[in-house]
């Protein structure tokens, strides 16, 4: 790669066509780039060219320069520009199919290595930063930092289907309910009844999500039927909508029985963080085998009716201290 191809790095916003609007109401100043755009270009040529030898004036003018013309977020290393040095970022450059989206000239393997050292000079926010996080890091600390930032958004909780909607607590205690909707119940011990017929016949299934609000928290509340192994099981267990520091402030309880035999799980809900899958996977729940679940379910084992029921505490809480209510849905 020749000098006048590293240097020429540019952050001139895309011309916006009727099928590719990106963004455009993020900056008031993209309704003069089409009118400006020969200006723009050249500018920020020399803005590139004066961050590398660090004259930029503000901190503020370096993160525009940094940030892509198609999603709008900072650029880091790998930052690729065209042979006429528009530049974006190796996310976005895979999404314009290798298509430079300002021009349309194929973007080719050029990096501009001078926008590329200035990134990793700056101290960056937390992308999360308008979720709350107020941490400010160098570039690769960030990258790590962001993997893991308490205030990243939550993934839905919904088993049912693969959702793929984010966001806070409250947004998908929303969301659950009004789009999925799961059953909402308030109180911290519960008590439900789970039915399917011909149950030899399914070996995979996932009941109806509930959401419990207990100790101004929410819980979720799983019941699956899979293989382990060659055997068909049954699982339940609970998980906590927040981080996991805050999960281990809970315990809960799950219990299930009849005929004079009863099975008792104890432990501490599983974060949201975690995906049902992978709790499910590790076997960290109430487990019962079919044969186990026919049998607490009574009469002529053809037909599954298994009633749960449950307890969530506080870890510092005594038994018997836990209240809040009781919830009594029935799921037949």
Known sequence: MDLDSMMDCTSTMMDVTDDEEIHQDRHSSYASVS???????????????????????TTTSVHELLECPVCTNSMYPPIH????????????KTRVHNRCPTCRQELGDIRCLALEKVAESLELPCKHMSLGCPEIFPYYSKLKHETVCNFRPYNCPYAGSECSITGDIPFLVAHLRDDHKVDMHSGCTFNHRYVKSNPREVENATWMLTVFHCFGQYFCLHFEAFQLGMAPVYMA????????TEARNYNYSLEVGGYGRKLIWEGTPRSVRDSHRKVRDSHDGLIIQRNMALFFSGGDRKELKLRVTGRIWKEQQQSGEGGGGSCIPNLS
């Open 35 to 57: 009118k400006h755009h020969h200006h723009h270009t050249s500018s920020n040529h020399t803005n590139a060219a004066a961050a590398a030898s660090g004259l930029l004036p």
């Open 81 to 92: 520009q065209c042979h006429n040095g528009h530049t974006l970022c190796s996310t976005c």
């Open 237 to 244: 267990f609970l998980r906590f909508m927040g981080d996991e």
